[in-house]
């Protein structure tokens, strides 16, 4: 979580997609799940 949050601030996007080995769309992370996952005070762990 940490390093996609660093690599939306340095390339200034709002918004990143999540793709698997084969480079295939299986999601997307944007800000604002940033912003949940942080209110909902998840384990420390999560921040490494």
């Not at 992370?29 to 209110?39: F, G, M, Q, T, Y």
Request: hydrophobic letters at 50%.
């Amino acid at each position: 979580m940490r390093r996609i949050a660093q690599v939306m601030l340095e390339h200034q996007v709002d918004g990143v997609p999540i793709v698997n080995q084969t480079g295939a769309l299986v999601g997307a992370i944007s800000r604002s799940d940033i912003l949940r996952a942080i209110i909902a005070d998840p384990p420390l762990s999560l921040w490494r």
